[in-house]
């Protein structure tokens, strides 16, 4: 938090009169309590080669959390297996629960956005989608380096 907190305020002293945050998110990495996997948690530190991300906040209905673990297991195997086949897209998932509106964060990298628009569609057809509380904003953004981004801002 001190870093994202120190990165805002900065922002704000230098550029606060030109921009004003309408999102701030927080999160946290963890591993996936649905999903064994081979690193100890779902998100890629350092920078990106990807050209696009899409930022992906959501919350899960209260019946999604009643159902047995068993029965979200099973659902959250169906959405992986769909999810897969978009392997031109990385996904990095952060959890928010009690950090800020949002029980997760997920940030989509892909070169193709046609690829996530696909993806999103596909997901949406999955079997868990009815248990998604809502899952707005959907944040496209250009992946570049902050520093980058304020030269093109004031110097081009």
Request: proline share 6%; charged share 25%.
């Amino acid at each position: 938090f001190e870093a994202s907190n120190q990165f805002y305020a900065g922002f704000e002293r230098h550029f606060g009169s030109l921009f004003s945050a309408s999102y701030i998110f927080h999160g946290m990495t963890k591993p996936s309590q649905y999903f064994k996997q081979e690193r100890p948690q779902n998100f890629q530190f350092g920078p990106s080669k990807l050209k696009f991300m899409f930022v992906y906040p959501f919350a899960k209905t209260s019946e999604w959390y009643q159902e047995p673990k068993e029965k979200r297991d099973e659902l959250m195997r169906e959405h992986r297996a769909v999810a897969s086949k978009f392997e031109k897209i990385f996904t990095n998932t952060v959890y928010s629960f009690g950090l800020g509106d949002h029980e997760h964060l997920l940030a989509f990298e892909t070169d193709y956005p046609k690829d996530f628009v696909e993806l999103l569609q596909a997901l949406r057809e999955t079997k868990a989608r009815p248990y998604t509380k809502y899952d707005v904003p959907i944040i496209p953004c250009l992946n570049k380096p902050e520093k980058e981004i304020i030269n093109e801002i004031f110097i081009t």
